[in-house]
């Protein structure tokens, strides 16, 4: 008690200035107090923050559990087990699942890297190094007012000694054990003062190792990476490999060679079953490809094949549903059947006055195109042919289902799709490949409904394995005991009766045109002010192109050999045909001044539903 009041009154005469007051650290010492505080303080906020970036601290195996990785990838394999295995997702989410959870085992044990030999390092300094400093500092601190009271009281014992009212034995003897005191403490002071400069040249010296635990933080977490990256090495092209094998993909909009090979066909899935579909309910049908199907109707059956669920025949489709389906799948190509760099050489051939001489140049440009593209052009075109065959029922002759199809089948990479002088080439094109499907494809066509692979139809059938649901093996067995050719059709009024009220104006002009197809009169196509990619062109001339003529030297013209034979293809040999070309006469770009229009006026929607009643009536009256 007495120590400390001689502290408290040194303490308080030392701010008044009664007193000296000593100073508690050396210049030196101040400087190296100074650099201690700036490296606390850092190796501070570092390790607060370094705590915030870790899931968590503890026993490794515990804290494992606990993260956020181990949970996603744990979730991920149950949901690859609740959709089976075969189905496309099942496999994507259980390889991830697993890379997750190896993931999850690399941060721990990155995290219990970084515990022992980066945040215990710099707990040690802050917790145990740090304040002993303070400590001693203390304590130092005492020693020092301990020494400046001893101090002063000697001093005061000294001016006693030379008082005449004193007892100067007495005083020197009191002057003598002060002065002992004071030695004492002056000892002690400058002890604590010496144990404080070393803890803090100390402090100060562990610098580098302060710094090398940040390094050691940083080779932590390049081994973690090296690690983790690694493990995404190997599960990415794994799972990359699944998607780019999967069948289970949408169709539309997928590049044509991409989706033969994943499916292994030769012919697209929309055109093969919409081919299909339409040779067995749709030859006899008026106006097919040229009326527009219910568009709700067009997007269920597009969602239908890009979902993989079955055929055609799996659901009911009005023959001009498909048809629309078929053409939306061909616009929809990122490049068209007839190929983006083909597309001046195809424009340039038709621009050939001589026929004998277009013919080849189109038989020259047909040889240039991808092999994919050749064959699922020659099973479109040989369909077509079948269907202008049946022109005097159906009303669609080559010339009229080349202006609706002709556009999606060829247009420029330049953006607005297909140029507008070029809209009469592009039918011409389709036209003559119409007219003379057996001289460009002499091999012809199976309309055979291809198998699926085993493999493929197992992960269909995982994909919709259900016990309400219709089994794809099943479907598959049903499309083997199909009739595979098309049988004669007979007319389906219902479908012919068909008209879709969100048609455009050019749809009721061609009803105009189709109706009137008995005359004789030639008429040109209308001009359209505007035509791009995602149109199709509805206006059907009335040309009557049945009267062919021959060449004039009353041979067929000698087809020209492939500029560059890559591969062995199915193409015909150099010489004249089995059978003669037609020489179709390329339709006039103006209407000829003499012929009249007995009827020049446009029917109204009204008329034509009464013509369309009146003709069913006819139909089922008796005959005698």
Known sequence: MKKQFYRVRQLADQRVGRAEKTDLLTEDLQHVEKAIDKIKHACSN???KLITCMQGIGDPDKKKKKLNQLQL??????????????????????????????????LASCEAEIDNQVLAPLQKMLEVDGPNIVSTKKKLAKACLDMDASKTRWLNAIK????????????????????????????????????????????????????????????????????????LQQCVPKVKQQL??????????????????????????????????????????EGLFRLAGSVSKVKKLKATFDAGVGGLEDFPFEVHVVTAVLKLYLRELPEPLLGFNLYDEWINATNIRDHDQKLNALWVVLQQLPEANKNNLRYLICFL????????????????????????????????GITIQHTPNISQITELLIDNCSWFFPEGCNFVRQQIPDDKL?????????????????????????????????????MQGYYNPL???????????????????KSTPAVIPHL???????????????????PSNGAAPRRPAPPVPTAPKKVPSEGPPKHKPPDIPVSPTMRNPQLKSENPSKPTLSALADRRNLEDKMETLPID
Not at 79 to 105: H, I, M, N, R
Not at 463 to 492: F, G
Not at 503 to 521: G, P, V
């Open 160 to 231: 006693l000694t030379h008082s005449a009212k004193t007892n100067v034995n007495e005083a020197l003897a009191k002057a003598e054990l002060l002065k002992d005191e004071l030695e004492e403490a002056t000892l002690l002071f400058q002890s604590l003062q010496d144990s404080l400069a070393t803890d803090m040249f100390t402090f100060v010296a562990g610098e580098q190792s302060y710094a090398q635990t940040i390094v050691q933080l940083l080779e932590s977490q390049m081994r973690y990476h090296e690690a983790s990256l690694k493990i």
């Open 244 to 285: 780019e094998s999967s069948i289970c993909r949408p169709v539309f909009g997928c590049p044509l060679e991409t989706h033969l090979k994943v499916t292994e066909r030769e012919i697209a899935v929309v055109i093969e079953e919409c081919v299909l579909f339409l040779l067995e309910s749709g030859m006899d049908v």
């Open 73 to 106: 990838g744990l979730t991920m394999l149950e949901s690859a087990e609740v959709l089976g295995e075969g189905t496309l997702l099942s496999s994507v989410l259980s390889a991830a699942g697993e890379a997750q959870s190896a993931l999850a085992g690399e």
């Open 532 to 550: 791009n990619k995602s149109q199709s062109l509805c206006i059907v001339s009335n040309e009557d192109k049945g009267h062919r003529r021959l």
């Open 503 to 521: 048609a455009s104006q050019f749809d009721i002009d061609l009803e105009k045109i189709d109706l009137e197809s008995n005359n004789d009169e």
């Open 385 to 416: 042919s079948k269907l202008a065959e049946n022109s005097e029922v159906n009303k669609m002759k080559s010339s009229n289902i080349a202006i609706v199809v002709g556009p999606n089948l060829l247009w420029n990479n330049l953006e607005g």
């Open 46 to 48: 570092t390790n607060k």
């Open 458 to 494: 197992e992960a269909l059938n995982n994909r919709y394995n259900s016990d309400n649901d219709v089994s794809v093996a099943s479907s598959n067995e049903t499309k083997k005991h199909r009739k595979t050719s098309a049988p004669e059709c007979q007319n389906q009024a219902a």
